[in-house]
């Protein structure tokens, strides 16, 4: 079993790997699952699903409710902890829907829960391997009893589902088998885990079990690989924190790391104290209090469990601090050691359970804020996935000399307490002042960030007002509209047009709008040419203002709306009818600078963009890259749910080619990009053949009360 009492090293019964899955009042098991890390189990969806008693094949995430978790230690002691949902890999079919009610096999069905006091909670969980058809493997039910084993043999593996036949005597595979852990004990290790079970046939009329027949399926289930856990699981980070496998006796880290351990604790006495130690702050058990490890197995320990090397560091780093960067450094050249020691990472958790849920709502916003560069964010950016992810990336790169880098979650979290109050902002910065002494990282490095972090919660505040031109546009008829025209300095709208019965053609519009704009002066230390918003009817969305031109045989050039001034189309109307959503379009408007960017390039109905966008609140941007028919029901759903900023082209040609240029400018700079593809677009149709119109919701800018109120606004 060797000194420290760790995971996969030849249990005495691999019915203690099973952990209970119960209801939150009860506790009664309604399936299994196994310790995957420190804090961490997995188990199926499912299972999660019917321990809150909702459908079984639920597709949604349940949010915060918690279910009961029972682990049984190898004494038989039995506790009970509470544990919430950190990542969800739903049942699904192959092509990503929801499973069909009467569908026998499925896809996706992962759940990792993460219990709520603390890494050092749960026992070892067993080593993972792969599963490979002819395993002779083990399962046992929800309850863990040793007696409710089952004898499996694996068949029929094709990298998403193998099926499992069990043996004749014995217990047959059943409800509450779920989620639990396929045994291998050829090879000592967990190899998968239990799905579902087919069930003997029935009568199709009546549900009555049919008499037993030969002919009939039994004793038949089916899991999932470890493999594909592996490919659902990998990419989120979280089996980094799993049982690894005894680093290989050349991996330069452990060579280091035992060089390390000898020079730390030169005597017998000292490598004891400083092993249990480790141990107990690690949630291990430790071996003799006579007898230390051997240096080569106290290196091995800080390679195996991810967060040791971080504990032992922080033992270090007052009395030692040169021991404890000798050894940050050496175990710097492996892949397995976390950021966070186990009480940081459990405080960590701490706070933001306890965190407000605006703040929480916020944080991928943050984290792109802190880390502009970052190529990608996992595709579950919830705080506890994006808590795994940031902590496997390294610093910044602003350091000098020797200097230590600030790591990224370091950077992110100052910039999440910067959205918080007074009192939890002081609490993350004691934290990240803790982490950061015993990195060794200069107090002057992580004061630098944080200074980043209130300037760009400042930035959030207080943007520079543009100069605006506001044009209401109503249709006549026969190619004539009516205007009104506000202009607003950052004060807010002032009308500068009170005829509303005269209407215009395009060209007399154009010219009649370029007169207001000549009467401007904007602000000597804004370069920027003044915004024009063009405020229409849902109706009106297409109208193409911008290419509206004022052409006077006595003026030198032309005046074309869209090409010498960013111009905007807003619809107060649709925001107006949904006023709902009007909390969702504030919300996204401030996360402008860092939210997503979502892109329709296949038609979708009304209601699939609405169950895709309603809650998304971190999407600010939408680009609809479809034909005309479908485009302007996506585009009015998207500026209806809040979506401050929209962008399509009004033409039949050229999507394509404006998506993609606008891609590449940043979300703020949209109405000075929409009008370079214009002036590029006037200059060479041929290359640029896209009409591009931008819808832009500005959240910080009232629009005027008149335009609200018209009797055509509600037509």
Same mark, same amino acid.
């Given at each position: 079993m060797g000194w420290f009492r760790t995971a996969g090293h030849g249990a005495a019964d691999p019915s203690r790997y099973v952990v209970s899955i119960g209801r939150p009042a009860s506790g009664s098991p309604v399936g299994a699952g196994f310790v995957l890390g420190a804090d961490t189990v997995l188990t199926c969806a499912h299972v999660v699903n019917a321990?809150? %008693?909702?459908?079984?094949? %639920?597709?949604?995430?349940?949010?915060? !409710?918690?279910v009961t978790l029972t682990v049984r230690d190898d004494l038989g002691a039995t506790r009970w902890y509470a544990a919430r949902v950190a990542h969800w890999i739903a049942p699904r079919t192959r092509d990503g829907a929801p499973v069909p009610a009467g569908d026998g096999e499925w896809f996706g069905d992962l759940a990792v829960l993460r219990i709520e006091t603390g890494s050092a909670a749960l026992p070892p969980g067993p080593r993972p391997a792969p599963m490979a058809a002819g395993q002779a493997v083990e399962a046992w039910h929800g309850s863990g009893e040793p007696a409710t084993f089952a004898r499996l043999t694996v068949h029929g593996t094709n990298g998403s589902r193998a099926y499992l036949d069990g043996a004749p005597t014995g217990m047959a595979v059943g409800r509450g088998y779920s989620g639990g852990p396929l045994w291998c004990p050829e090879q000592q290790a967990v190899v998968g885990l239990v799905v579902a079970h087919f069930m003997p046939a029935r009568d199709p009329a009546t549900g009555k079990?049919?008499?037993?027949?030969?002919?009939?399926?039994?004793?038949?289930?089916?899991? &999932?690989?470890?493999?594909? &856990?592996?490919?659902?699981?990998?990419?989120?980070?979280?089996?980094?924190?799993?049982?690894?496998?005894?680093?290989?006796?050349?991996?330069?880290?452990?060579?280091?790391?035992? %060089?390390?351990?000898?020079?730390?604790?030169?005597?017998?006495?000292?490598?004891?104290?400083?092993?249990?130690?480790?141990?107990?702050?690690?949630?291990?058990?430790?071996?003799?209090? *006579?007898?230390?490890?051997?240096?080569?197995?106290?290196?091995?320990?800080?390679?195996?469990?991810?967060?040791?090397?971080?504990?032992?560091?922080g033992h270090l780093r007052r009395d030692a601090p040169r021991d404890a960067d000798r050894i940050l450094a050496a175990g710097g050249l492996s892949r397995t050691p976390r950021l966070l020691a186990p009480q940081e990472h459990t405080a960590l958790r701490g706070h933001l359970r306890a965190m407000e849920a605006d703040v929480l709502a916020r944080f991928p916003e943050a984290v792109r804020a802190a880390l502009p560069h970052l190529a990608a964010l996992p595709g579950d950016d919830t705080p506890e996935a994006l808590l795994d992810h940031l902590e496997e990336l390294p610093g910044d790169g602003r350091a000098t000399g020797g200097?230590? @880098?600030?790591?990224?979650?370091?950077?992110?979290?100052?910039?999440?307490?910067?959205?918080?109050?007074?009192?939890?902002?002081?609490?993350? @910065?004691?934290?990240?002042?803790?982490?950061?002494?015993?990195?060794?990282?200069?107090?002057?490095?992580?004061?630098?960030?944080?200074?980043?972090?209130?300037?760009?919660v400042r930035s959030l505040r207080a943007r520079t007002a543009r100069v605006r031109v506001l044009v209401q546009v109503t249709r006549t008829g026969q190619g004539r509209?009516?205007?009104?025209?506000?202009?607003? %300095?950052?004060?807010?709208?002032?009308? *500068?047009?009170?005829?509303?019965?005269?209407?215009?053609?395009?060209?007399?519009?154009?010219?009649?709008?370029?007169?207001?704009? !000549?009467?401007?002066?904007?602000?000597?230390?804004?370069?920027?040419?003044?915004?024009?918003?063009? $405020?229409?009817?849902?109706?009106?969305?297409?109208?193409? &203002?911008?290419?509206?031109?004022?052409? !006077?045989?006595?003026?030198?050039?032309?005046?074309?709306?869209?090409?010498?001034?960013? $111009?905007?189309?807003?619809?107060?109307?649709?925001?107006?009818?949904?006023?709902?959503?009007?909390?969702?379009?504030?919300?996204?408007?401030n996360r402008l600078d860092s939210g997503k960017t979502f892109v329709v390039s296949e038609t979708m109905d009304r209601d699939t963009i609405y169950s895709r966008l309603v809650n998304q609140l971190d999407t600010v941007r939408v680009c609809v890259d479809v034909p005309p028919g479908p485009r302007d029901g996506i585009v009015q759903t998207c500026l209806a749910l809040g979506i401050p900023v929209v962008v399509w082209d009004r033409g039949r040609d050229g999507a394509a080619h404006a998506v993609r240029?606008?891609?590449?400018?940043?979300?703020?700079?949209?109405?000075?990009?929409?009008?370079?593809?214009?002036?590029?677009?006037?200059?060479?149709?041929?290359?640029?053949?896209?009409?591009?119109?931008?819808?832009?919701?500005?959240? !910080?800018?009232?629009?005027?009360?008149?335009?609200?109120?018209?009797?055509?606004?509600?037509?």
């Open positions: 321990a809150l %008693e909702r459908p079984l094949l %639920e597709p949604t995430e349940p949010g915060p !409710d918690r079990p049919l008499p037993h027949s030969p002919q009939h399926m039994a004793r038949r289930s089916w899991g &999932v690989p470890w493999q594909r &856990v592996e490919a659902e699981l990998g990419p989120l980070g979280v089996l980094d924190s799993a049982a690894s496998a005894r680093p290989d006796p050349d991996d330069p880290a452990l060579l280091l790391l035992t %060089e390390a351990v000898e020079d730390v604790f030169p005597s017998p006495s000292s490598l004891v104290t400083g092993a249990q130690r480790l141990a107990r702050a690690c949630g291990v058990a430790p071996g003799s209090s *006579v007898t230390p490890p051997e240096p080569q197995e106290f290196a091995a320990f800080l390679l195996t469990h991810p967060r040791a090397l971080a504990a032992l560091v200097e230590r @880098r600030v790591p990224a979650l370091l950077r992110v979290m100052e910039y999440v307490g910067a959205l918080c109050p007074g009192a939890k902002r002081a609490e993350l @910065r004691l934290w990240a002042d803790g982490v950061a002494a015993r990195l060794g990282i200069a107090r002057a490095a992580l004061g630098e960030r944080r200074s980043d972090a209130q300037e760009w509209h009516r205007l009104r025209i506000w202009c607003d %300095e950052g004060a807010g709208p002032r009308q *500068v047009s009170t005829d509303s019965v005269r209407s215009y053609s395009a060209p007399e519009a154009a010219r009649e709008v370029l007169r207001v704009l !000549d009467s401007l002066t904007p602000p000597a230390e804004d370069e920027r040419p003044p915004l024009v918003e063009v $405020l229409v009817d849902r109706a009106g969305l297409n109208l193409p &203002v911008d290419e509206w031109t004022a052409r !006077d045989p006595e003026e030198l050039v032309p005046g074309v709306l869209g090409v010498e001034f960013p $111009l905007v189309v807003h619809c107060p109307e649709l925001l107006r009818r949904h006023g709902r959503f009007t909390s969702h379009w504030r919300s996204r408007w240029y606008m891609a590449e400018v940043a979300t703020r700079e949209m109405p000075d990009g929409v009008r370079d593809y214009r002036a590029h677009a006037k200059a060479s149709p041929p290359d640029y053949p896209g009409r591009p119109v931008l819808a832009w919701a500005d959240a !910080d800018r009232t629009v005027p009360r008149l335009h609200l109120t018209e009797p055509q606004e509600s037509a």
